[in-house]
């Protein structure tokens, strides 16, 4: 059974660009959820989406979306870049929502210059 | 609002020994779930061990065990049999009940000697 895919692994961006980071869930799971890690700040909950529909959303602005396919693949998008944004963007999938098992894929490394 | 407190920001292990990584939590739920992940180089998170709230046996998965003490609000993790592979960040989380977000503690970079 594949994994959690996420895609790219490395990322390098210039301030003010935007990105679209991706990720494939495993084959049957209707949740995907999205952290931001950094030194600083830890991990940080993103959002959540589970059948296409944002279910939470975490403390974060307006240039941090994301969204889900019918195929239950998601793409969060960060737009404006901020050097600040510059982390390790890990995804997780998991069967169903609330206390199932989350499997994270490994990461998508942003750096902004 | 849910905090994850780990308080120990690192700790280091001699090969074959047991280890204690200690976690402290704060929430008004009542239903909940906590977990350890481990976080290798390659930066794949991984659960360790799972704990249902509602569960008063503590969990275990092999060389791994916890100890939940509710109402003291901790979830400590046992390593036993200590490994060069365990070496790792871990992090303890929690997630309440029908709720797919999980809050993070900082971690604790845990290092095994040979």
């Known amino acids: 059974k594949a994994g959690v895919t996420q895609t790219p692994r490395y990322l390098i961006k210039t301030r003010g660009q935007q990105v679209t980071l991706s990720c494939s869930p495993i084959?049957?799971?209707?949740?995907v959820s999205w952290y931001q890690q950094t030194p600083g700040q830890g991990l940080q909950f993103l959002f959540e989406?589970?059948?296409?529909?944002?279910?939470n959303k975490g403390n974060f602005p307006g240039r941090f979306s994301g969204r889900q396919f019918s195929n239950s693949r998601s793409e969060m998008n960060v737009s404006t870049l901020e050097l600040g944004d510059s982390a390790l963007y890990l995804c997780a999938s998991s069967l169903d929502t609330g206390g199932t098992e989350a499997f994270f894929g490994q990461g998508t490394r942003l750096t902004v210059v | 609002a849910q905090t994850v407190t780990q308080s120990q920001p690192e700790m280091s292990v001699q090969e074959a020994e047991t280890v204690t990584l200690s976690c402290t939590y704060d929430?008004?739920?009542?239903?909940?779930?906590l977990f350890w992940y481990k976080q290798p180089p390659s930066r794949q998170m991984i659960l360790v061990i799972r704990?249902?709230?509602?569960?008063?046996q503590n969990a275990t998965e092999n060389r791994f065990s916890v100890n939940f003490q509710k109402a003291a609000k901790s979830f400590s993790l046992k390593i036993s049999d200590s490994q060069l592979g365990d070496t790792a960040m871990y992090f303890c989380?929690?997630?309440?009940?029908?709720?797919?977000?999980?809050?993070f503690g900082k971690g604790i970079t845990l290092s095994v000697r040979p």
């Open positions: 989406y589970f059948s296409e529909t944002q279910r």
């Open positions: 989380a929690f997630m309440k009940q029908a709720n797919s977000k999980l809050t």
């Open positions: 704990q249902e709230a509602y569960k008063q």
């Open positions: 929430t008004s739920e009542n239903n909940y779930y």
């Open positions: 084959s049957g799971h209707r949740s």
